[in-house]
């Protein structure tokens, strides 16, 4: 998550500004709705590497002002 810090500060800097912060929110929304009608029905017994790589770019993004970390993961 650290680099992405640094990675994203442009993008955080950019997406600061509150003229993007409802586009943001809307992104979240979006990840809600798709979450809510694609969710797994049951549940795999092993964890795969692309599962956590997966879950570790969504906490990321979540570095972005008005994404939802627990949303998006």
Known sequence: LIPCYFL???LRDFASDPQFLGL??????AI???GQKWQIRHPQESQKT???????ALQSAA???GIS????T
Request: aromatic fraction near 12%; proline fraction near 8%; charge should be positive.
């Open 24 to 29: 943001c929110l809307m992104f979240t929304a």
């Open 63 to 65: 570095l972005i002002p």
């Open 32 to 34: 809600l709705f798709c």
């Open 8 to 10: 994203l500060k442009p």
């Open 69 to 72: 970390r627990s949303a998006s």
């Open 50 to 56: 692309s599962d956590a790589l997966w879950i570790g």
